[in-house]
Nanobody, 115 residues
């Protein structure tokens, strides 16, 4: 059974940092890319960052230069380092993996950036 568990969210002030983790199990992590999405209240889910199996990486324009996505092939984990957080980064953050055409999501972790 594919399992995806995000953690690390919380309440921070603008300019601070958070590190989110996405721990996975139940599939061969090293064969699939991982994407991070976020969903602000009342908004659609949007892509934040993605990392492929050969370290090909993409970022949304809004987070370039501030967020760093990585993956650990031995721990089956992806990490999203978020720096210089802004109020507009507030939202629920999710990990996504597509396996054989089926999309799997974690339950999300909430990030609130507020002074």
């Amino acid at each position: 059974e594919v399992q995806i568990v995000e953690s690390g969210g919380g309440l921070v002030q603008p300019g601070e940092s958070l590190t989110l983790s996405c721990v996975t199990s139940g599939f061969d992590f090293n064969r699939y890319g991982i994407q991070w999405f976020r969903q602000a209240p009342g908004a659609q889910r949007e892509l934040v960052a993605g990392i492929g199996t050969v370290r090909n990486i993409e970022y949304a324009d809004s987070v370039k230069g501030r967020f760093i996505v990585s993956r650990d092939r031995y721990k089956y984990t992806s990490t999203l380092q978020m720096n210089n957080l802004k109020p507009e980064d507030t939202g629920e953050y999710f990990c996504k993996v597509r396996i054989a055409g089926i999309v799997h999501w974690g339950q999300g972790t909430r990030v609130t950036v507020s002074s």
